[in-house]
């Protein structure tokens, strides 16, 4: 009997404990009446935060401990990426975000985000490498976001790259909410860099006295999804709330997200934060989420291999362990669908592949892809019996 679930994740039936089922199997689930699967292409032990696609099909992924690993899906060997610069691997601190150049196959270009012990506190930094063969060479530290402190959380950080060629990294509130609303600091902020790591000469904040010339957007408390939307290039980001609050923007130049001002949670105690929800001059998300789900990693799919799914924007959720779809319509989310829940993982990280399937990564270390369910060969009673 096949095991399967639908939408939102409540499970039907099941043959075997869904522990064991992903790990060994496709699994199967119904999104909007379209059956689909899902099968652990990888299984490894430490927290996969981010992944990407190398040209020859095989997968670049980060476990945040502080391991660069290459695994061959043809092969399904994995493999060690060696000159991985030192991470501060503490509480939500480590080898964040891995981001390939879009021209890699030309460049060998690496991007990485991770946290670093600076002085007496830690940091948020981006670093560059060239890729050779399993050796990271010529590796450059482009940023690092200052003032460092004692906090071991809300690094950030994603990473992506404009169609303009123009860097955008998201550096969390480092635990000083305050700060996302302080031009002189990197906390709570969208920042925009050239490829080089260096300022653009169009930043909203390059000529104001005291403030960070990095920044683009501000008031954030920690982005961990950044993406481009593949037919309008706009940049849309998602963050954590506190207790419920958890947002999807539209970043826009020089806006304020309001954070702590304005909030959709509240202290994990209880009480509101700030002023309300909404305050003249600072940007209301999309979306927002109450109570929180935590959400982690976000990606368009624009694929036609699910063709239901097309334009559809998807999210990993870690404290309800499910993979998050939303339907949009220009800039509103219409629809939500909560996936996979009953497989209890943490999901970290998602993106399209170049096969045009969906793969997601958890806190558990899989790696995980998406894809339709193959009919089944439909032979009548006469041709079965011969």
Known sequence: MKCWIIALGFLLASCKPISDTIAKEPYLFQSDDVELEAVAIYQGKDSIWSFDFLPDGKIIFTERKGRLRIFD?????????????????????????????PRFSE??????????????GMTTRLARAELDADTLVNLTVLFSAEPPNNSDHHFGSRVVMSRAGNLYLSVGDRGERDQAQNLASHYGKILRLKQDGSVPDDNPFLTEPGAKPEIWSYGHRNVQGLTIHPRTGEIWAQEHGPRGGDEINLI????????????HGREYWGPTIGEGVEKKGMKSPIHYWVPSIAPSGLSFYSGKKIPHWQGSLFSGSLVLTHLNRMVVD???VIKEERLLSALNKRVRAVRQGPDELLYFSTDDGSLVQIRPVEPESDLSDDKADS
Do not use: C, E, F, I
């Open 73 to 101: 899906p043809k092969t399904m060997n994995t493999s060690d990426v060696s000159g991985v610069p030192g991470v501060a691997a503490r509480n939500q601190g480590g080898l964040l975000d891995v981001y390939l150049h």
């Open 107 to 120: 460049n060998r270009l690496v991007y990485l985000t991770y946290s670093a012990d600076v002085g007496d």
């Open 252 to 263: 826009k130049k020089g806006r304020n997200y309001g954070w702590p001002v304005v909030s």
């Open 330 to 332: 220009n800039h509103d």
